[in-house]
């Protein structure tokens, strides 16, 4: 059984995997939107992926994570 609390802080690996798996599940799972809570030490966190933008709200205002920056460097193409 999983333990209620994830732990500490991620290292670099951790968030170099978190973003690749991000990105399978966005490639291959998500169909319009999901939205998710987590409870947290410091209160309720919500996370809202979809495949559109929410009115109102500029592309410009996401991190692009995936690829990661290293890897659009190392692409030819």
């Keep these: 059984m999983e333990s209620v609390d994830p732990g500490g802080p991620l290292s670099d690996a951790e968030v170099r995997e978190l973003t690749r798996l991000l990105a399978r599940f966005a490639s291959h799972d998500l169909d ?3 939205n998710w809570r987590i409870e947290t030490w410091h209160g309720p ?3 809202s992926v979809s495949r559109k ?3 109102g709200w500029p592309e410009g205002a996401f991190t692009r994570i995936w690829p990661m920056p290293a890897q659009l460097a190392e692409d030819p193409s």
């Design 32 to 34: 319009q939107w999901e």
């Design 45 to 47: 966190v919500f996370m």
């Design 53 to 55: 933008l929410l009115p």
